[in-house]
Every structure is written in C-alpha cells, then in structure tokens.
C-alpha cells in the first residue's frame, strides 16, 4: 500500500497517517461500548436475589433456610444441620445443597 500511495521509508509514513484513523475507530468503539455497560456492583454490598421467587433450586433452598432463621425453627447461635440432611429435606442434590448454603453466608 505504502508503494502505490508513492511513500518511501518502508510503510512509516503509512502507519504513522492512517493508524491514527484505526486508533481512532477503536476509541470511538471502546467510548460507546463503555457506555453501555452496567455499573459494577459495590464490593462490601452482599449479592441480592428476589425473596419471593427465587429463580434456581440453591436459591429457594437458601430462601426457605433463612425463612426457617427468621422463624426460630433454626437458632442463630446454633450450627446448620448437615449438608446431606438440608439436601434430603429439600429433595436436591448436595451440591445444590451447599451452593445454598454458601449464598446464605453471604446474605449475612
């Protein structure tokens, strides 16, 4: 390209003029594209989830456990039961179980 534009010095003057138009491109893509995006949650905010219906299996299981906190059925001040034991009440899996588990740390 350089050749048939007539320039010299091994496409220099090439890169140097019609980069600074890809460079712009790029900004003008970055800026728009940034706009669009969503503001990152705040770090010390715990993650939220709607309290009526939760919308996966590990999220209504931590749903009813804090239900079952709020109530009194579980102390505060006393241990969950086991993983297999919230799992079998639930009908999940274990995983699911403990994924349950693990979002309702995080509500604390």
């Known amino acids: 390209m350089a050749g048939r534009l007539g320039h ?3 496409g220099t003057t090439t890169l140097r003029v019609y ?3 890809v460079s712009e491109s790029d900004q003008r893509a970055a800026d728009s594209l940034f706009a669009r995006v969503s503001a990152r949650p705040h770090p010390g905010r715990p993650p939220t989830m709607p ?3 939760p919308r996966y299996p590990y999220g209504k299981v931590a749903v009813a456990l804090r239900d079952e906190i709020d109530a009194g059925a579980i102390n505060v001040d006393e241990l969950l039961p086991a993983i297999k ?3 079998a009440r639930h009908e999940v899996s274990a995983s699911t179980a403990r994924r349950a588990v693990s979002l309702l740390q995080k509500w604390r």
């Open 85 to 87: 034991d919230i799992a």
């Open 51 to 53: 309290l009526e219906q």
């Open 19 to 21: 980069a600074a138009w």
């Open 8 to 10: 010299v010095g091994g």
